[in-house]
């Protein structure tokens, strides 16, 4: 793979081309992004996948729902096995198979109880849920790209561990590297949150401060929750799977965050079964998962939130093993700044 996107290089500058010509378009007012009657806040990044979007979505709409506004999701349902707009939910019950609505939009209705929908044209997408859930303010999930829609604050998280990778496969624009656009993007945000995950805090790199100097800037992290067991539901604490051989199973962009605080959790982590991003899970998955499972004498099958609500609809193959996902929350360092920052958009 990295041998394949050095060979696409010459193509870096055709994408920078093209994605520069198109926010001059939107900067110019050439391009005129939408209004719609509701609070707008999206959250989004500069790369491809991993930097936690979902944990800050559901992080926002758990803010904004206790501070008693009428919260919904919109999102385009990223590897969703349909297209058009689809209401995902009205507030409590998830009314869309997640195969059709997409894993990171099925969990966050899961875990903050509200309206959601998936949509690829973002304005009309707003209108509908205001129209049928009654929402007065909309978390749109990976819309720093999507300039269609007008927002009234525009998030923008970066993961830690990407500032200080200078791979030529990493800090590059795609199909190179994993960047969507360019550091100079960064302006256009209203605040950047930073993403340490489990890692520990870090100054931003001295040779790309200068993109950060004007910016509010926070920083999230991630702190483990406990363990669920995907079919009952029940939850445990972190101490109960201390020293336990898990096989551990994930489908997300970046495994070594989900690894990492399997480690600092105690478990067992040698065993691992790393699938692709947004991962589809089929039956012959589901085999190769017992086979793994009983070839290397695990307790349980560890596995990440996400993928425990595609794996959740094969309880019956997986009636014999006992599977956990890892309940991970994020946190703010500066929370009570940020609120205040979010808050201004409603005054």
Same mark, same amino acid.
């Given at each position: 793979?990295?041998?394949?996107?050095?060979?696409?290089?010459?193509?870096?500058?055709?994408?920078?081309?093209?994605?520069?010509?198109?926010?001059?378009?939107?900067?110019?007012?050439?391009?005129?992004?939408?209004?719609?009657?509701?609070?707008?806040?999206?959250?989004?990044?500069?790369?491809?996948?991993?930097?936690?979007?979902?944990?800050?979505?559901?992080?926002?709409?758990?803010?904004?729902?206790?501070?008693?506004?009428?919260?919904?999701?919109?999102?385009?349902?990223?590897?969703?096995?349909?297209?058009?707009?689809?209401?995902?939910?009205?507030?409590?019950?998830?009314?869309?198979?997640?195969?059709?609505?997409?894993?990171?939009?099925?969990?966050?209705?899961?875990?903050?109880?509200?309206?959601?929908?998936?949509?690829?044209?973002?304005?009309?997408?707003?209108?509908?849920?205001?129209?049928?859930?009654?929402?007065?303010?909309?978390?749109?999930?990976?819309? #720093?790209?999507?300039?269609? @829609?007008?927002?009234?604050?525009?998030?923008?998280?970066?993961?830690?561990?990407?500032?200080?990778?200078?791979?030529?496969?990493?800090?590059?624009?795609?199909?190179?590297?994993?960047?969507?656009?360019?550091?100079?993007?960064?302006?256009?945000?209203?605040?950047?949150?930073?993403?340490?995950?489990?890692?520990?805090?870090?100054?931003?790199?001295?040779?790309?401060?200068?993109? #950060?100097?004007?910016?509010?800037?926070?920083?999230?992290?991630?702190?483990?929750?406990? #363990?669920?067991?995907?079919?009952?539901?029940?939850?445990?604490?972190?101490?109960?799977?201390?020293?336990?051989?898990?096989?551990?199973?994930?489908?997300?962009?970046?495994?070594?965050?989900?690894?990492?605080?399997?480690?600092?959790?105690?478990?067992?982590?040698?065993?691992?079964?790393?699938?692709?991003?947004?991962?589809?899970?089929?039956?012959?998955?589901?085999?190769?998962?017992?086979?793994? #499972?009983?070839?290397?004498?695990?307790?349980?099958?560890?596995?990440?939130?996400?993928?425990?609500?595609?794996?959740?609809?094969?309880?019956?193959?997986?009636?014999?093993?006992?599977?956990?996902?890892?309940? @991970?929350?994020?946190?703010?360092?500066?929370?009570?700044?940020?609120?205040?920052?979010?808050?201004?958009?409603?005054?």
């Amino acid at each position: 793979m990295s041998l394949l996107r050095i060979i696409l290089f010459p193509l870096v500058p055709v994408y920078a081309f093209l994605i520069r010509l198109r926010n001059w378009f939107f900067d110019k007012q050439l391009f005129r992004a939408g209004k719609v009657d509701a609070k707008v806040i999206s959250v989004g990044n500069i790369t491809v996948g991993g930097s936690g979007k979902t944990p800050m979505v559901i992080y926002l709409s758990k803010l904004l729902k206790n501070e008693g506004k009428r919260v919904g999701v919109l999102s385009r349902g990223y590897g969703r096995k349909s297209t058009g707009y689809i209401l995902v939910s009205k507030g409590e019950q998830v009314l869309t198979p997640v195969d059709l609505c997409g894993d990171e939009i099925y969990h966050t209705v899961q875990e903050c109880k509200v309206p959601a929908a998936v949509s690829e044209n973002r304005v009309c997408g707003a209108e509908r849920l205001i129209s049928e859930a009654g929402v007065d303010t909309i978390v749109l999930d990976d819309a #720093f790209q999507h300039r269609w @829609i007008y927002r009234d604050i525009n998030l923008l998280l970066c993961e830690q561990k990407f500032l200080y990778d200078e791979k030529f496969t990493v800090q590059n624009l795609l199909p190179t590297g994993i960047m969507r656009e360019s550091f100079r993007s960064i302006s256009r945000a209203d605040a950047v949150i930073l993403n340490r995950k489990f890692s520990e805090k870090k100054e931003i790199p001295v040779r790309l401060k200068k993109y #950060f100097e004007s910016k509010k800037i926070f920083h999230a992290y991630y702190k483990s929750m406990g #363990f669920v067991d995907v079919k009952k539901k029940n939850e445990y604490n972190i101490e109960e799977f201390e020293g336990q051989k898990g096989l551990v199973v994930s489908g997300i962009a970046n495994p070594y965050s989900f690894i990492n605080a399997l480690k600092k959790t105690n478990v067992d982590t040698q065993n691992q079964m790393i699938f692709r991003d947004h991962k589809n899970y089929t039956l012959k998955e589901v085999q190769r998962i017992r086979k793994e #499972f009983y070839t290397t004498n695990a307790h349980s099958v560890v596995t990440t939130q996400k993928d425990a609500v595609k794996l959740s609809k094969y309880s019956k193959e997986l009636d014999d093993i006992d599977i956990f996902y890892l309940k @991970i929350e994020l946190g703010m360092d500066e929370e009570e700044e940020f609120k205040k920052v979010i808050g201004r958009v409603f005054i």
